[in-house]
């Protein structure tokens, strides 16, 4: 069972932001081709590429209807078929390590000079920290070929 694709005609779209949103979905399904995935969440995917298919192309809605078609194909296909996206866990350990790493650096060093001002110092040790654990984890998830050439 393979997945369907859009068969929305760019051309008839007016809104140029709803024409870039049909076409990146449209790649991300392409991706998908390349990987085998579990049948149901084939077939669930496919209940939303025809719920797209059946969107007109003049709807003001058609930007907002493709991004939610996006995001449940992302969210899917990270929780079911454990296939990420490029650059997936660097953005989210980025975040996570300013936080988990970054904030107790800066309340040491804060408490070290007794003046909790410092306690930014503390992020920009953490960011990079996160962005480094993020990208070994890309890298790890590249090399399993769970990684989809899609950002």
């Known amino acids: 069972m393979g997945l369907n694709q859009i068969t929305l005609s760019t051309t008839a779209i007016t ?8 076409d990146r979905l449209n790649q991300l399904i392409e991706e998908l081709q390349s990987h085998k995935l579990p049948d149901d969440l084939v077939s669930k995917l496919n209940l939303e590429v025809e719920r797209v298919n059946n969107l007109s192309p003049t709807s003001k809605s058609l930007r907002k209807e ?4 996006i995001h449940l194909f992302s969210k899917s296909i990270i929780k ?51 962005m480094a654990l993020g990208a070994a984890m890309d890298q790890k998830a590249k090399k399993e070929g769970r990684q989809l050439n899609w950002k």
Do not use: R
């Open 80 to 130: 079911e078929a454990k296939l990420i996206p490029k650059g997936y866990h660097q953005m989210l350990w980025t975040g996570i390590g300013m936080s988990a790493f970054g904030v107790p650096i800066g309340i040491g060093i804060g408490t070290a000079l007794g003046n909790m001002a410092f306690l930014g110092i503390g992020l920009a040790f953490g960011l990079p920290i996160g």
């Open 66 to 69: 493709v991004q939610k078609a």
């Open 15 to 22: 809104n140029q932001k709803a024409k870039e949103s049909v």
